[in-house]
């Protein structure tokens, strides 16, 4: 018995010989490949029916010129694994392997029949799916019991996955589904209860990356997958998404599970925008049926039109989610019922203008302990339009126009929330609040007042000194003095002494005008003074005077990981100047003028770092590059920062 599974695979590896010498006799007499017969969905079939449905395929290349079509009523189980790295070529249309059963009923099994249980769990293993025809497809489930599909690698089909008439228990896992022209997971009108997504990559795929369209569907699991930029990368507008419960015209579908994925793509990270309409999730129902009974927890997700649009659904709880650079909504609620946003973090990050929570026409809904941070696409951070029975409470929102606003709302409350970084127009509830209760509302307005540090004699206590030498820094009436002392902050040597810092506010971080008068009169190469907008030593902009090729110059260089660029190098003649950093979003822009005159001089530019684990920037005075025992001082004075206008 033991020789079976051997003299079975050298029957496999014959049946393909003849395949590879017609090739090799094609080419050798001139004709093109396009002149063979992709048959080896013929020859596979054969060897499934031989193997009594329990094939492994040797590791290789196949093509198919059609539908590898499995029955199983023809066997008792299936199993399709591949014996190594196995890649099928479609050419045809429509789906690459087919498994067809015999289930019709439910999964209770009193009403599975006998011969459906011997078709349990048929299983694909190991094998990758090429398209190579317009109408190509990877693999099609109908009527199936408990199949299992892992560590499958389909893509430049259609449609990666479908799912048919009726299927019950369905395991998708450890997958790829990559750049399908199409649907990578579709519930094309099925009727499915029980079915469990993970682990799995879900990406680039057109029309949408999980879709439910229609059917009867129940229990549907989703964890723990990475499903990204599943809709048009470029300006086409589209409705799909990355994840889409589609119910508008036909179809029930409830008691979902969205949990723990990364779920993101495509909408800002372009110069014009992508996709626009497009939803990281989008669940849509009717009149008549509002998919219902769904959990939406764990999830980050990020660079869509919209993160999670609800329309027409009821009994959502959405929780503990976190959402970044959306264009421009991160939560829409339409014609929706008791629906749970709650402890969720929200920060348009590096998007500029974005962001908002908006629920219209809906009602019995709980907006509870969100974190929303500089959302600012519409009035106010959170949006009630024409809903009923609402409640907002212990919502932290900061850098928003309006904390909170309702319109045409009726028997709503907002309780308990802290609103921050207002500009002075700005309230924390705002609107028509008649009918509505307001209570326990703190807020508070950016600050707009410069931050003015004439150095004189005295210094703002929120300065802080780095590697601080006390004999190296003293107050005077008309200037903060500090010695030029040996030391670097270019490159990775970052020893220099007594670097002064000074934090930025917050809701400034994007938008400020920072300047500062120096003098210094420098005797060595590359001794200076400069002004740093500063996040750590190995990561700065700097401006400042230094000596260089035997004279004075404005010095505007750049520093990431140690690594240092230079900017631009100014002529400047003599001893006292003004310097300016402005900032607007990821752009920096430095400057400097004479004592006395009114218009600034531009010196260059410096695109700032988007990644979040940056730290805060900081304002930085630094002198380094000193001689020891030298006893030159640099003076800093006239100090100021401001938001720039919005």
């Not at 499934?48 to 198919?64: D, M, N, Q, R, T």
């Not at 030159?632 to 006239?638: N, V």
Request: net charge negative; glycine share 10%; hydrophobic share 35%.
């Amino acid at each position: 018995m033991k020789t079976l599974p051997l003299l079975f695979t050298l029957a496999v590896l014959s049946a393909f010989v003849g395949r590879a010498y017609s090739q090799q006799a094609a080419a050798a007499t001139g004709a093109g490949e396009n002149t063979l017969v992709a048959t080896d969905q013929l020859r596979l079939g054969k060897l499934l029916e031989k193997s009594k449905g329990k094939l492994v395929i040797p590791a290789g290349k196949y093509e198919f010129g059609g539908t590898l079509d499995i029955d199983l009523t023809k066997f008792d189980g299936l199993s399709l694994k591949a014996d190594g790295p196995v890649t099928i070529t479609m050419k045809a249309a429509g789906p690459a392997i087919r498994i067809t059963g015999s289930l019709v009923g439910r999964a209770d099994p009193d009403q599975i029949k006998e011969h459906t249980w011997l078709e349990r769990m048929p299983l694909i293993d190991g094998i990758g799916i090429i398209g190579d025809h317009p109408e190509a497809d990877g693999i099609e489930l109908v009527q199936t019991m408990q199949s299992i599909i892992s560590r499958v690698h389909i893509r430049k089909t259609r449609h990666g996955i479908i799912l048919s008439k009726r299927n019950r228990n369905v395991v998708i896992s450890n997958v790829h589904l990559y750049h399908n022209s199409g649907i990578g997971l579709y519930l094309n009108e099925v009727d499915l209860h029980q079915i469990n997504v993970g682990n799995s990559h879900i990406s680039y795929n057109t029309q949408g990356g999980i879709v439910v369209r229609g059917g009867n569907v129940r229990n549907l699991h989703i964890t723990g997958c990475d499903i990204e930029a599943n809709m048009p990368s470029d300006p086409t507008p589209t409705e799909s998404g990355n994840l889409f419960i589609d119910c508008r015209e036909s179809g029930s579908v409830a008691e979902v599970a969205i949990t723990g994925n990364t779920i993101q793509h495509f909408a800002h990270y372009h110069p014009q925008k992508q996709a626009p309409g497009g939803a990281n999730i989008r669940i849509a129902g009717r009149g008549d049926f509002q998919p219902n009974m769904i959990t939406i927890t764990g999830n980050v997700m990020s660079d869509t039109h919209t993160h999670v649009h609800l329309q027409q659904a009821s009994d959502v709880t959405v929780i503990g989610n976190t959402y970044f650079t959306t264009e421009p909504t991160d939560v829409l609620v339409e014609n929706c019922q008791r629906i749970i946003i709650a402890n969720s973090v929200m920060n348009p990050r590096e998007a500029k203008g974005t962001g908002q929570v908006v629920l219209k026409n809906s009602s019995n809904c709980s907006v509870m302990g969100l974190i929303c941070h500089n959302l600012l696409a519409g009035r106010a951070a959170i949006s009630l339009e024409n809903c009923r029975d609402t409640r907002i409470s212990e919502c932290v929102i900061s850098g928003s126009r309006n904390g909170i606003q309702l319109d045409g709302c009726q028997n709503c409350s907002v309780t308990d929330c802290t609103v921050s970084d207002l500009p002075p127009e700005g309230l924390g509830v705002t609107g028509e609040l008649e009918e509505n209760s307001i209570r326990d509302i703190t807020a508070s307005h950016l600050q707009v007042d410069p931050i003015v540090d004439s150095l004189e004699g005295e210094m703002r206590k929120q300065w802080r000194w780095l590697r601080e030498n006390k004999d190296g820094w003293k107050l005077t009436d008309s200037a903060l003095q500090v010695l030029i002392e040996p030391g670097n902050m270019w490159g990775k040597d970052n020893d220099a002494k007594n670097v002064l810092i000074h934090p930025i506010p917050p809701a400034w971080q994007h938008s400020v005008d920072i300047s500062v008068q120096l003098e210094q009169h420098p005797q060595k190469r590359w001794e200076q003074t400069n002004l740093v907008w500063y996040y750590s030593d190995s990561l700065m902009v700097k401006i400042g005077l230094e000596l260089e090729h035997g004279e004075t110059n404005i010095v505007m260089g750049r520093e990431e990981g140690d690594r240092t660029r230079t900017i631009a190098i100014v002529p400047y003649p003599a001893n006292t100047v003004q310097l300016r950093l402005e900032v607007e979003g990821l752009e920096l822009r430095g400057f400097y003028r004479e004592p006395g005159e009114q218009d600034w001089n531009a010196v260059g530019t410096a695109t700032l770092p988007a990644d979040s684990a940056t730290p805060a920037p900081q304002v930085s005075l630094q002198c380094y590059m000193g001689e020891a025992g030298s006893d030159r001082w640099a003076s800093f004075s006239q100090f100021k920062m401001c938001p720039i206008a919005r």
